[in-house]
C-alpha cells in the first residue's frame, strides 16, 4: 500500500470523486504502480488526519517531466508525450486546479513553479463506487477484489498493459 496526503484545498475533490489523479516528485520513496493500493489522507502527521476513502486500486503510473521558460513558457511530458495548451490544462483541471473559478493553468503553474525543472509521476485511481453517497462494505469489497484482480494479472505478466 502507497499513501499520500493532501493538502485541504484538494481534500473536497479527492473526497467527491473528483480528483482522481495526483502529480508527485520522484523522491525517495517508489509510488505507487497499477494494481497497489492507495490510501488517500488529509492532514497526516496531525490530530486532524483522516482517511478521505477506503483503499483504491492504482490504475495508472505515468512519467511526468515539466518546466517554464521565458521563450517556451510551460513545456510538459506526459511519458514519452509532450502535451499541448488544451492537454495542459485539462490535465491540471483534473488535478484540482481551477475549480474555485480561477484560471487552472495559472494556478497549477504557481503550485509547481518552485520546483522547476519538475520530474515525477503522475498517479491515478478510479473512483470509489459511492451509493447514496455512504460507502458501504459492498465498496470496500469492490476496491478489494479490483486490487486481486489486478495483482493476478501482474502474476501472469499481463500488467503491463496497464502501463501508459
Known amino acids: ?39 488517500l489522507y488529509t492532514g ?15 490504475i495508472g503510473a505515468t512519467p511526468v517531466e515539466m518546466d517554464v521558460t521565458p521563450h517556451t513558457g510551460l ?3 506526459l511519458g514519452d508525450t509532450a502535451l499541448e495548451l488544451p492537454a495542459i490544462i485539462d490535465l491540471a483541471k483534473a488535478d484540482g486546479f481551477g475549480h474555485d473559478g480561477s484560471d487552472p493553468l495559472d494556478q497549477f503553474i504557481r503550485f509547481f513553479e518552485a520546483r522547476m525543472p519538475f520530474k515525477g509521476v503522475l498517479i491515478e485511481w478510479q473512483p470509489p463506487r459511492v451509493t447514496e453517497g455512504v ?10 477484489g479490483v486490487i486481486e484482480s489486478l495483482k493476478a494479472m501482474d502474476q501472469l505478466g499481463e500488467r503491463q498493459l496497464l502501463y501508459k
Not at 481534500?11 to 492507495?38: E, F
Not at 486532524?48 to 486500486?57: A, E, N, Q, T
Not at 460507502?135 to 478489494?144: G, R, S
Open 75 to 77: 513545456s510538459l511530458f
Open 44 to 58: 497526516m502527521r496531525t490530530k486532524g488526519c483522516r482517511k478521505l476513502m477506503p483503499d483504491i486500486p492504482c
Open 1 to 39: 500500500m502507497v499513501a499520500y496526503n493532501f493538502k485541504a484545498q484538494f481534500a473536497p475533490l479527492v473526497q467527491a470523486g473528483q480528483k482522481l489523479q495526483t502529480i508527485r516528485a520522484l523522491g525517495k520513496r517508489r509510488h505507487a504502480r497499477p494494481g497497489d493500493a492507495l490510501q
Open 135 to 144: 460507502l458501504t462494505q459492498q465498496d470496500f469489497d469492490w476496491a478489494d
